[in-house]
């Protein structure tokens, strides 16, 4: 069975950073992957997506602060998270589906999440 796991949450300073990694126990070649957060008091968001080609969608609260990279060699996909906010603080986790898109919906596998806290 397809399985993710994340990796890499933990508690960071405002302006501090965090690379979060999902792996996968199968060849993600032709997966796309996305990465979503469920943060206090608001349903779960996407964050940014990686699709196949490595072309790369982010949310606009991220946008220039959040990277997302993959190594299919690997099995694995990165979020690096710079710059980071209180506002960041959520349950962080990577799906894997045919389509890149920051709308759960599309994604078939979900992994268990992983906690970040930015917090001084």
């Known amino acids: 069975q397809f399985q993710l796991e994340e990796s890499g949450g933990g508690l960071v300073q405002p302006g501090g950073s965090l690379r979060l990694s999902c792996a996968a126990s199968e060849s993600i070649r032709h997966y796309g992957v996305g990465w979503f957060r469920r943060t206090p008091g608001k349903e779960r968001e996407g964050v940014s997506c990686?699709?196949?080609?490595?072309?790369?969608t982010y949310a606009d609260t991220v946008k220039g602060r959040f990277t997302v990279s993959r190594d299919n060699a690997k099995r694995t996909v990165y979020l690096q998270m710079n710059n980071l906010k209180p506002e960041d603080t959520g349950i962080y986790y990577c799906?894997?589906?045919?389509?890149?898109?920051?709308?759960?919906?599309?994604?078939?596998?979900w992994g268990q999440g992983t906690q970040v806290t930015v917090s001084s």
């Open positions: 799906a894997a589906g045919y389509i890149a898109a920051l709308d759960d919906y599309e994604y078939d596998y």
């Open positions: 990686i699709n196949p080609e490595n072309k790369t």
